[in-house]
């Protein structure tokens, strides 16, 4: 097969010299000035003012993306809101102050229970038991034993269907981890709500949104998924968005 390499080129005449057209200069018509006082652009309508129900219909609606509310209950959540503060209006006040605490707190309220610091055993369990039942579970746990007064220390037996567990807390969080780590094959969760007090808070989910629930926009959900802040100064383990102590230590955390 020849290649072209092979071959010689022949040398092609140069071609011609192209003429050069003469330019002819156009005469350009003079430009006229714009008009003064000509059409103004239409002014932009300023957006309409978020109404008291606006404000608690897209807080519900943050509560739903967030997984810790039904879309159904929207109607429900605004009655509630009204009862609690006397009206959406204020509600709508006192949220201004601290949107992050009056949500969670209503949350509790509402959907979520709290548990005293110096919390019994068998009232905690009841109130876990009374959300646990939708869903045919049950946890139950033997009469505590106190294992050292001066720290707080307690030990009981915990039994969820053939499995049993003993356990040694000091606070309820301590409990609820240990009711999640029975309950994980179900589907559902025990969620802790900052409280920023000495009492804790907690509420039973299905699927919540943690990318959502961590940003702590509304709700400030305490929990392994949503320690994005930073780490703790104490004891080194990751924390939270607004959270007022940490998890791991249950240290006071700065604001």
């Known amino acids: 097969m020849p290649f072209k390499f092979w071959k010689k080129e022949e040398s ?45 219909e897209e807080i519900h609606k943050g509560l739903v993306e967030a997984g810790l509310a039904m879309e159904g209950t929207r109607e429900v959540f605004k009655k509630r809101l009204a009862d609690k503060y006397g009206s959406l209006d204020e509600f709508e006040t006192t949220m201004k102050e601290d949107p992050q605490a ?9 959907l979520g229970f709290t548990v005293d610091a110096k919390f019994d055993l068998a009232h905690l369990l009841y109130s876990a ?21 001066a720290q707080g220390l307690r030990e ?14 000091q606070t309820p969080r301590e409990v609820f981890n240990e009711i999640n780590t029975m309950i994980r094959d179900r589907g559902v969760r025990f969620i802790e709500l900052e409280t920023w007090s000495d009492d804790f808070a907690f509420m039973l989910v299905k699927a919540p949104n943690w990318q ?13 998924e949503t320690a994005t802040r930073g780490e703790c100064p104490g004891c080194g383990s990751r924390i939270g968005e607004r959270w007022a102590t940490c998890i791991a230590c249950n240290n006071a955390l700065e604001a």
């Open 12 to 56: 092609k005449p140069a071609p011609p010299p192209s003429r050069k057209t003469e330019s002819k200069a156009v005469e350009k018509a003079p430009e006229t000035a714009p008009a003064k006082g000509g059409p103004k652009a239409p002014e932009k309508e300023a957006a309409p003012k978020r109404t008291p129900v606006d404000v608690a």
């Open 102 to 110: 009056t949500v969670t707190a209503f949350v509790t309220s509402w």
């Open 129 to 149: 038991n009374q959300r646990l039942s939708s869903f045919g579970i049950q946890v139950n746990a033997t009469e505590e034993v106190s294992v050292d007064d």
């Open 156 to 169: 009981a037996t915990f039994t969820f269907g053939d499995s049993q567990t003993i356990l040694q807390f």
């Open 212 to 224: 959502n629930l961590a940003r702590a926009e509304l709700v400030v959900v305490k929990a392994e």
